[in-house]
């Protein structure tokens, strides 16, 4: 039986790296926020110069559009019950400026420039826009950008199915053929009660069922982080599932060998797949 110590070695040479980050993590107290994003932008820092690359799947759009509605207009102002879909991608337009420019005062100050890219499923629908877009992650990769990605959630009818962008992350993790998904979340890595998981080389059913729902201001939850994990199992892609709440959480998942918990298998061959096969595959999951 495999250990997460086998897999060091093969995490540490990972050249294409798709960090998620949840809503949770942008979204709160303000020293929360800079607490972690002080540590991203060093943890980052450090893997480009180590010569990897990385992109980002950013969740929090609606989540600073809220806040800023608040801001402007006081807690009275928000919707009562349950957001719906027009509230949300309202607050995802009202936010999406904010959640950016929160990035680039970060990122300016360890001279990582940034771009942002939104796309949805209409994106993949065809193949010249599934190959301009993997275009645009490389073209961005070479000219040493990090791109900043999320759901257009704006203008998409799809946000509910995504699973605050878990799934949006596993997506982007098969378009550019990444090494690695470092999800970061709440939580120690997938519990089982009170104990930890290290690792999986298999996602069954009994593994979903122990997943949990949201507990946060996203709509994800563990359960569809690990079945973003199942996702990219096959084309030999590793996920990991980190509590980003600890001190640099990314830099310690590359140096500890226990630390979270990894999903990996090395008897799929590392692979990217193509558009017709991320429609039928990928977006055959569903949150509800």
């Given amino acids: ?105 970060f990122f300016s100050r360890v001279n990582i420039p940034i771009a942002q890219i939104l796309f949805g499923r209409k994106d993949l629908n065809e193949d010249n826009s599934f190959t301009n877009l993997k275009q645009t992650f490389r073209q961005l990769l070479d000219w040493g950008i990090l791109p900043i990605v999320n759901e257009n959630d704006s203008v998409s009818t799809e946000e509910l199915n995504l699973g605050d962008n ?43 069922t122990l997943a949990t729902g949201p507990s946060g201001p996203g709509t994800g939850g563990m359960f569809t982080k690990i079945n973003a994990a199942k996702l990219l199992l096959p084309y030999g892609i590793k996920t990991g599932i980190v509590n980003g709440e600890k001190k640099h959480a990314i830099s310690q998942f590359f140096e500890t060998e226990n630390f979270g918990t990894l999903v990996a298998n090395f008897s799929y061959d590392h692979r990217v797949p193509n558009a017709s096969e991320i429609q039928s595959h990928f977006f055959s999951f569903q949150t509800e």
């Fill in 1 to 105: 039986m495999k250990t997460r110590k086998e897999f060091l070695n093969s995490i540490q040479k990972a050249k294409l790296i798709v960090v998620k980050i949840g809503s949770a993590r942008v979204s709160g107290e303000e020293s929360k926020i800079n607490d972690f994003l002080y540590d991203l932008v060093g943890d980052i820092r450090t893997l480009r110069d180590q010569g990897k690359e990385v992109i980002l799947v950013s969740s929090g759009a609606i989540a600073q559009g809220k806040k800023l509605l608040v801001d402007q207009m006081g807690s009275v102002s928000l919707p009562k019950g349950k957001t719906s879909l027009a509230e949300k991608q309202a607050f995802a337009a009202m936010g999406q400026n904010k959640l950016l420019n929160l990035y680039e005062s």
């Fill in 166 to 208: 878990d799934i949006l992350s596993a997506i982007v993790a098969s378009i550019v053929g990444a090494d690695l998904l470092l999800i970061l979340t709440g939580v120690d890595g997938f519990l089982n009660g009170k104990e930890k998981i290290d690792l999986f080389t298999e996602i069954t059913k009994e593994t979903e």
